[in-house]
């Protein structure tokens, strides 16, 4: 969710979900946002995985096909402006999610001694 005015906790039902930043983990790959990128994925992101890393990347590549996909004069002025907008982003987790997350990995872990 962008939350240029920093408003969105007082609109949102907080008992159901948290609100945190999106955290800057790793450098976003000049590959993965090159020209070609939208042709050969038809704008499809790759969300399989651990859903609780690489959100910065997640989220660039979602902002980079919705401008290539739609020409959005908003997309690519995040994009070009991506420092700026990063921190004004924030990542929305229903609670449930949350707590089904650290008991799956609780049992993983438990599964691995």
Known sequence: MLDED?????RCNMAMVELEPIPEE??????VYGHAH????AGRVDVSGDMTR?????????VYCQAELTGSRRAREILDNWAAFLPKFRKVIPVEYR???????????????
């Not at 790793?26 to 590959?31: A, G, I, R, T």
């Not at 707590?99 to 001694?113: C, I, P, T, V």
């Open 6 to 10: 920093n408003t969105f906790a007082a």
């Open 54 to 62: 690489f959100d910065a990347e997640r989220l660039r590549s979602l």
């Open 38 to 41: 939208d042709l050969e994925t």
């Open 26 to 31: 790793e450098e976003v790959s000049q590959k």
């Open 99 to 113: 707590r089904a997350l650290a008991e799956m990995a609780k049992a993983s872990l438990q599964a691995a001694e």
